[in-house]
């Protein structure tokens, strides 16, 4: 099993073409050379917030114990906003203060959370547009090589959090989505869960979304039981998706992140 | 030289912006946190099984012995099609049976295909849409520990086979082949190999494709007494390829995998 | 602090489609199996010699010493050019001799450069078409392993270079420069550092470029005393870059690497 703190994951909207991924990596392995880097993705839609707090909820499970996180989507770098390191779920957190470990803390309610202050952890020059070099992948370096969270500065109890990922109820008994992510394959993913929706509950309800209403319920993508062209499916974080046979169901939805949708219930 | 068994690589249709390829390699790492993982790529266009076969045959050649290679090409994922592990060539491959390792089996006749069945080594809930995280990573995290292949379940000898990449000849002596990839370059890669087409035959033969002739063959792609803007070529995976000079050859013959093409020779 | 040598970094305009780069590691892994590979970047634009010395001297100052940094883009692959191996800045650099170390060889002036042809430390089979497999590669993993520099190929002293990213003035004391990059986000990275501009002149000067005036200078991104929509900002590599408010400044000013530009001083 693994040493405590062997793993930094990095999760970025900072592409695949320049140097800063790199740049973060060089850092980290001159403060901790025996470390390993994961990555999660870069390709995080520049300066979205949510998609990235979603992509974090959905990677972080399969993580080892005492991974340690590091998310850089941050388009208030250099400006007042906090860093900060969060400790939760048995896992370490990294990064600005703008809402991206929101469903982090969500799930996780017995968190701590610490502001990054400690300069002695940061780069010698702190630039002001590139804290996943110059404070996030330091910290968490150091965070690896057995330093505690608050060496790095004080707790705080009010980090800036996103809408939760929580459904609600209409007065017509309805559930109120909507869609939190468009996968690589077009599969749009809803933030509902199976605690809003069981197996028994499947054959009545209808999910409706941009006009259209949606009542087929597949067990695996190539179930050929199955008639309907669009179909739901619980996907592989938890939450419901709806996909389409060969085809990306976004695309043939014409959808995107944030549309809302309805689940409706026969009686 | 390498330990046995210390390298895993992962090849996919997962794309980059999601969280599937960081989640298999936590669950590789939770088992086997000292190995090293090899990304060969995960920008198969979606569902392709032909180009993951391809590009696995051409990659594997350049792996230390004991590589575990994890392919997950999955259309057909939560459905009855196997999971299967293969020892061959000094290597082993794990995925889905449907094709993937097809090239593999072909150039390593001595072969042995396990049926992937015993779920000690799985995740404990095994979702129906995510293989490649909850049976092939624990899979080959566990292999690479030394968990010996019977273990994960009986022998099969009837895997899944695409066609093959050998080339075929015509009633009139011509050499039929195909496209079998286009790479990033733009050049596009055929089935055909040195066996097909000697040295000494070159100057004799022409490519015919898409109701064009290609005769010129170049050693290297900046060869100056080349006067042909597009050419032939001797290609780093063994195979003839099609390339242009600073340009797409693909774009500029409007080629894509699976254009038939044949050699033919002059008398 | 790590050991000398335990790094390897590759850069490449081979993309992430292919099986290239993972042929490389393998090559790599399979000679010198305890090293960690990092990946600068896949993503030069094919065939680009300029953006991918430019992303090598930003990331390189990242990486701990004795880092082994291999560059390909390498369009006379196979050709009379040279293969070369670089010491400079306590760093090692392997690749074409076409100009891509260049600016690491213009900012470290005691550096040594080698002439790589001691194919005992090839690949048995050198391809004309992939040498960053066949020869760049096994050489970084052998350097890695403690072969000297000298051991790989006698040293020279006449290596490609680009022209440099200088500044100069012109008869009205104007400084005149371009655009060496454009980033992920639309950044317009110049060539203007602040020994070209320091923070006192900063007030009098206005960059003008494709026939706009630039006059705002924000030492952060969401700086929100600044009103411009298209600022100049200091970026993290240490030059002077063009940037807009949530936006791509280089779409917005149309704008493409190798565009000239001036900076004028208001008396």
Redesign the interface.
Known sequence: ???KN??I?LLTD??????????????I??IA?GI?V???????P??KIEPAAF??L??H????RG?INVAVVD?????S?RSILIAAGKQFFVGPDNGIFSYILDIYPSHKVFHLTNEKYFAKNV????HG??IFAPVAAWLSRGVTPKNFGKGLTDAVRLPTLQTQKDKKGRLVGRII?V???GNCVTNITRKDLSEAQESLAALVMNGKQIRSFR?????AESNDNVFC?????GFLEIAAQ?ESAANLLNVKTGEPLLIEFRK
């Open positions: 099993m693994p040493r062997s793993f994951t900072f592409g695949s073409e320049d140097y800063f991924v790199s740049a973060m990596k060089g850092v392995f001159s050379p390993t994961i990555d999660v993705t870069h390709s995080i520049p300066q992509t974090l959905a990677a499970r399969s993580f080892p991974t388009p208030g770098v250099g400006s906003r630039s002001n547009s590139f070099r110059d992510q996968d690589h394959f067990k695996y993508f190539a179930d499916i619980w996907g592989s974080a060969n």
